[in-house]
């Protein structure tokens, strides 16, 4: 939605980093707030959530250039990732846990890279068989057909 506002109006988003980071410790001082007041409810929870992808889009839009190559890659992938970081990285914290892994950090990092790792690396074993890509792409081949 925040990105096809983004699209839809123009919005230019270079030199925009001062904002960004009050954007963001705006949402950490109101994540503090919330946290220990206790207070709870989706409108809260969907503001919050609205306020820190503003925060992290406005100040990641200065470092376009740098990141370039690596976000073209990762924008190959998005409807992978999309579709199947859940089927990488819950299992991952199953395992995590069954080994007596706890660390929260080892969670996070472990969980983030295969989920975007594996659905990667899933994506180039079903585009190496036609009739597996249909499951990612269904368009491609329909076109084909039709």
Not at 23 to 48: R, W
Not at 74 to 97: C, D, G, N
Not at 128 to 138: A, D, I, N, Q, S
Request: hydrophobic fraction near 60%; include cysteine.
């Amino acid at each position: 939605m925040l990105g096809m506002g983004i699209c839809t109006f123009n919005v230019q988003m270079k030199g925009k980093r001062a904002q960004g980071t009050i954007f963001g410790l705006l949402f950490i001082i109101l994540s503090i707030v919330v946290y220990t007041a206790e207070i709870s409810g989706s409108m809260i929870s969907f503001i919050m959530g609205l306020l820190a992808c503003v925060a992290v889009i406005l100040m990641v839009a200065d470092f376009e250039e740098m990141f370039s190559r690596g976000m073209d890659f990762l924008a190959k992938y998005t409807m992978p990732i999309f579709l199947m970081h859940t089927l990488f990285a819950a299992p991952l914290r199953s395992v995590l846990l069954k080994v007596g892994v706890t660390n929260a950090v080892a969670h996070v990092v472990l969980g983030l890279g295969i989920s975007f790792a594996g659905p990667i690396i899933a994506a180039w074993i079903m585009k190496k068989t036609k009739w597996m890509e249909f499951f990612l792409y269904p368009n491609k081949l329909i076109r084909k057909v039709s």
